[in-house]
């Protein structure tokens, strides 16, 4: 496509029941990440992808949170049994070769956890 | 660690000159990039540098000293429309890693 496409682009969801977002990257590109922005502060690392493989898982926050993605396009975060402080905005951003080449993002979903 | 240090705030005058500093742990480093965030809206990508010196682009430039891990980013003729976050983002060998982001007011 155009650009990186997420969605949704807003969930609202109540405490305790399981989510699951969608990134579609830019065709073409091999590397693809997830990271998560709370409000006013800096975007944490989750995750990344190069081709359907994840080398550093190491910035999910616990094992409620797992990725996965399937030939070399889309991919999905599924938060399991959601808490309060997952409310934040998820970023996935997707580049060409990895990280020596810019990564494009999408808007992002905004998750609420109620 | 991958450490990385930026100002939080800054406020400029509209018209003027404004450098964002930057350090990074410098173990591990393939690149160091530039992006844009205003609020409530996705990062978009500035600069990159992997090279020592200055890369200049118009108004922006973005400067980077492996040896020292260091690098600034220099907006000139500043306008309102540049209000905005300004995020120093390390490459690792595949990991980006963001700084927290320095938020710029341009004002009048």
């Known amino acids: 496509g155009a650009g990186v496409s997420q969605s949704p682009s807003n969930k609202v969801t109540e405490k305790g029941k399981d989510v699951e977002l969608r990134c579609d990257p830019i065709?073409?590109?091999?590397?693809l990440y997830w990271y998560r922005q709370s409000l006013g502060q800096g975007l944490e690392f989750l995750i990344y992808?190069?081709?359907?493989?994840?080398?550093?898982k190491s910035g999910l926050p616990s094992d409620r949170f797992s990725a996965e993605r399937t030939g070399g396009s889309v991919s999905t975060l599924t938060i399991q049994r959601t808490q309060q402080e997952d409310s934040a905005v998820y970023l996935c951003?997707?580049?060409?070769?990895?990280?020596?080449?810019?990564?494009?993002f999408g808007q992002g979903t905004r998750l609420t956890v109620v | 660690g991958q450490n990385i240090d930026q100002p939080t705030e800054m406020t400029a005058t509209e018209g003027a000159i404004v450098q964002i500093n930057c350090t990074y742990q410098?173990?591990?480093?393939?690149?160091l990039f530039w992006y844009q965030q205003h609020a409530g809206e996705a990062p978009t990508f500035l600069s990159y540098?992997?090279?020592?010196g200055l890369e200049e682009k118009g108004r922006f430039s973005s400067f980077l000293s492996r040896s020292k891990g260091y690098s600034y980013l220099l907006l000139k003729e500043l306008q309102m429309k540049d209000s905005a976050s300004y995020l120093c983002?390390?490459?690792?060998?595949?990991?980006?890693?963001f700084g927290k982001g320095t938020k710029l007011s341009v004002i009048p």
């Open positions: 992808f190069q081709g359907n493989s994840a080398p550093d």
């Open positions: 951003a997707s580049s060409l070769e990895g990280a020596r080449t810019e990564a494009f």
């Open positions: 983002v390390r490459a690792g060998s595949y990991q980006l890693t």
């Open positions: 065709s073409g590109h091999t590397a």
């Open positions: 540098n992997v090279l020592d």
């Open positions: 410098t173990s591990g480093f393939n690149g």
